[in-house]
């Protein structure tokens, strides 16, 4: 049969090695049907194909965003945002500004507040100066800490005298033993609990709201860490016919049970909606000063926090093979990336002979005893380029004299590891062309530093490409129908208005998406 659709005069970047630029792709049925030199692919054509000139631009397989929180980015597009603030005083206007509109009562939520920007951490007093009739809860930008009013503490039942929950931290002020309002790693869940959920509604709503930007940043794929709510509306989408974007769903520790009674397994599911790894959570982050080091953070006798004990790692990651679910580790300091690796090796026999295959997520310090273990292991590192180039101040202030296997895209590359690129959206952007620029230059798009953090860790375009796509799809064990412009391959690809890989690196923050196709039907833009 012929082809449904033809692009010629393009500049393909496959991401395959034996054919690694082409000029025409031909799509039949939603898959690949040609790739490669015009004269070869034009033969595909019958009386209804369409045939496309692009023109000379660039096309791209599909970007998979191999980490990121799906629902919590559409639930905050309608919520408090302090992204950026600098000061506490501009995060309280907003928190006031965004209490106004609400009942007595209603519950203020948000996030992205930076207490490295402010040189203190706030205190649940001045959230209380300006939302007094509403509790107030916002997450703090890398997510790992929360900001509670007075209300919110006690509608939440958080009073001075409540312990703090294994693996988290209720600050206190060490003075007079007042709450202050923050709660570090699981603590943060004693009053995120108390939170009403939202509606069903308000979920799809707020997914397709979130599906349309992703779309239009040139994301076909997404894999998201969250909690069951998100599959039940995913699934509602799917049923609906409005899912547009491939989604893989992670699920967390608390689902475990209920997966493994269930027998649901990492890869059920289609092309469209499918269940990924059981996340854990090892350590806190880099912001809050929570994740796990092996000697304390500079000018401090903190190593962070250990959420999980290395005999409960050991046993949850077993459970977890056990239910033919393959672990993925949240680890973000070196002790805690040593441990995960750790438990992986022990554990290794068991997950290769179910066919699983491991997944570290954030990878961001390494000690170089361990930087060859990954690739050694079969370990995918999972890991966020605009991560480096947002951290690398703070990253120096607080592991001083250790960045230099900080965010190693090329160490981990370079020994075999597999990378798999995200955004941690909410944590950062979902655009992943800015992600891509980090990856190959180090630096921010303003140029800083100048000459990159650490710039021998830089990537190639084209390696940084290869884990946005193909090292994504493997995270999630698609590479064999999605990652690269391929024969066979489900038809997600990218049009670019010009090439990023061609020129200079800015290319990839000047380049604008002018389609976003999935399964060959355009899902943002036009051709």
């Known amino acids: 049969m012929p082809a449904d659709l033809i692009l010629v005069n393009c500049r393909a970047y496959t991401v395959e090695d034996d054919n690694p630029l082409a000029e025409a792709i031909a799509v039949r049925d939603g898959r690949i049907l040609a790739v490669g030199r015009s004269g070869d692919v034009l033969p595909t054509a019958g009386p209804g194909t369409r045939v496309v000139d692009l023109g000379g631009r660039a096309v791209i397989p599909g970007l998979i965003d191999a980490h990121l929180h799906l629902l919590s980015f559409a ?36 996030g992205g507040w930076d207490k490295n920007l402010w040189g203190r951490l706030p205190h649940r007093r001045d959230l209380d100066a300006v ?12 997510y790992h800490s929360q900001w509670a009013s007075s209300l919110a503490l006690e509608l939440a039942g ?42 069903p509604e308000r979920c799809d709503a707020a997914l397709l709201q ?34 547009d974007l491939r989604v893989c769903c992670h699920l967390r520790r608390e689902s475990l049970a209920d997966a493994a009674r269930l027998g649901l397994r990492t890869g059920f599911g289609d092309e469209w909606l499918r269940l990924g790894h059981l996340k854990l959570f090892l350590d806190g982050a880099l912001g809050s000063q929570t994740a796990y080091m092996l000697e304390p953070y500079s000018g401090s006798v903190s190593r962070g926090i250990q959420v999980l004990t290395r005999e409960e790692l050991r046993e949850l990651v077993g459970v977890a093979i056990e239910a033919g679910l393959a672990p993925a580790v949240h680890a973000i300091g070196d002790a805690a990336n040593r441990l995960a690796l750790d438990v992986f090796e ?3 026999p068991a997950w290769r002979r179910a066919g699983l295959r491991p997944r570290i997520e954030h990878v961001q310090l390494v000690d170089a005893a361990d930087a060859g273990r990954l690739g050694r292991l079969g370990v995918v590192a999972s890991m966020q380029p605009s991560h480096a180039t947002s951290d690398w101040p703070v990253a120096e202030r607080h592991w001083a004299g250790r960045t230099g296997l900080a965010y190693a895209w090329r160490t981990l590359l370079d020994t075999g590891a597999v990378l798999a690129f995200g955004s941690d959206c909410p944590v ?6 800015p992600g891509l620029y980090a990856a190959v230059t180090r630096q921010t798009a303003a140029g800083q530093p100048a000459g990159g953090w650490h710039p021998e860790q830089r990537l190639t375009p084209t390696e940084a490409l290869r884990a946005y796509t193909l090292g994504s799809a493997c995270a999630s064990g698609e590479e064999s129908i999605k990652g690269s412009l391929a024969v066979g391959k489900l038809a997600d690809f990218v049009v670019l208005s010009t090439d990023p890989l061609a020129g200079t690196p800015e290319a990839f923050l000047q380049a604008k998406v002018e389609a976003t196709a999935v399964g060959g039907r355009v899902v943002y833009g036009e051709l």
């Not at 939302?131 to 890398?142: G, Q, R």
């Not at 349309?212 to 909690?227: D, K, N, R, V, Y």
């Not at 950062?428 to 062309?433: S, Y």
């Open 428 to 433: 950062e952007p979902i655009d992943p062309l």
């Open 75 to 110: 639930l905050s597009l309608g919520r408090v945002d302090l992204a950026g603030a600098s000061s506490l005083e501009e995060a309280l206007a907003r928190v006031r500004a965004g209490a106004a509109g609400l009942r007595p009562g209603e519950w203020v939520l948000g």
């Open 158 to 199: 958080v009073r001075p005298e409540t312990a703090s929950p294994p693996g988290g931290e209720i600050l206190r002020d060490p003075a007079t033993g007042e709450l202050t309002g923050i709660l570090q790693e699981n603590a943060g869940r004693l009053v995120a609990r108390a939170v009403p959920p939202p509606s």
């Open 210 to 243: 979130a599906l349309g930007i992703a779309a239009s940043a040139g994301l076909t794929g997404l894999q998201t860490f969250e909690g069951p709510e998100v599959l039940a509306a995913l699934q509602r989408l799917r049923a609906r016919g409005a899912l």
């Open 346 to 348: 022990e554990t290794a």
């Open 131 to 142: 939302a007094p009739a509403n509790p107030v809860l916002l997450a703090s930008k890398d």
